[in-house]
């Protein structure tokens, strides 16, 4: 089945620092999203990307959608504490409504 | 507005037993979607509802698991004869529906079979 690679598993930053994280996929899809986890919670959407090429920002976040449709990849400026999660990548094929997931990336950031 | 809310939070069951989780969606929200995540994992599409049809159950493990959105609102997940590999948090999400695919989660409900 369809599957989205994210990597690595973890990261470690100073607050204060910027962070890129990546997502790739071997078939194409049609909508990116990126959410954030905190433990015990659901999913939390951060961005949505309908457009190929597409750049959208959210406050200090920033995602753009690969122009081969087959990745994607999120920046966070100026990092905080309150950053630390699990980012999860996600995509729609528009076949059906169902979203694929990464297995997502845990952020850590120093103080 | 209200969010996605899901009950009970935490359920343990033993072994055999019948469970049902229950999602209440964002009002209005036409699309209804359940997933299962195990730990350390993504989330992972269980089902699929458009209004009350269920339009897609392709991620639905086994016969044990059954899903109902009857008015199109409300949606029972149901579980039956629990396995140990049936422990996971079970995720509700809703949307508007076409063309919007923005999915909205609710927090999850923990299940741990023993």
């Known amino acids: 089945g369809q599957q989205l690679n994210q990597s690595p598993q973890s990261m470690f930053i100073q607050e204060g620092e910027d962070v890129s994280m990546n997502c790739t996929s071997s078939s194409i899809f049609n909508t990116w999203l990126w959410y954030k986890q905190d433990p015990g919670e659901g999913p939390v959407l951060l961005i949505a990307l309908y457009k190929a090429g597409e750049l959208t920002s959210n406050g200090r976040l920033t995602a753009q959608f690969g122009i081969t449709r087959k990745d994607s990849f999120l920046n966070i400026s100026a990092s905080i504490p309150s950053d630390v999660g699990i980012y999860f990548c996600a995509g729609h094929t528009g076949a059906n409504s169902k979203l694929t997931f990464g297995k997502g990336i845990t952020l850590s950031v120093r103080p | 507005g209200a969010g996605v809310s899901q009950s009970p939070r935490y359920k343990v069951a033993k072994r055999g037993q019948d469970v049902a989780l229950r999602c209440d969606p964002i009002s209005g929200h036409v699309s209804l979607f359940w997933y299962q995540q195990a730990l350390g994992q993504g989330p992972e599409f269980l089902t699929y509802?458009?209004?009350?049809?269920?339009?897609?159950k392709s991620g639905l493990p086994s016969d044990r698991f059954f899903a109902e959105r009857p008015e199109g609102s409300v949606s029972t997940l149901k579980i039956q004869r629990t396995q140990q590999e049936d422990s996971a948090v079970y995720l509700c999400a809703s949307s508007l529906g076409r063309p919007s695919y923005e999915q909205y989660f609710g927090p999850g409900t923990r299940l741990t079979v023993t």
């Open positions: 509802f458009q209004n009350e049809a269920q339009l897609d």
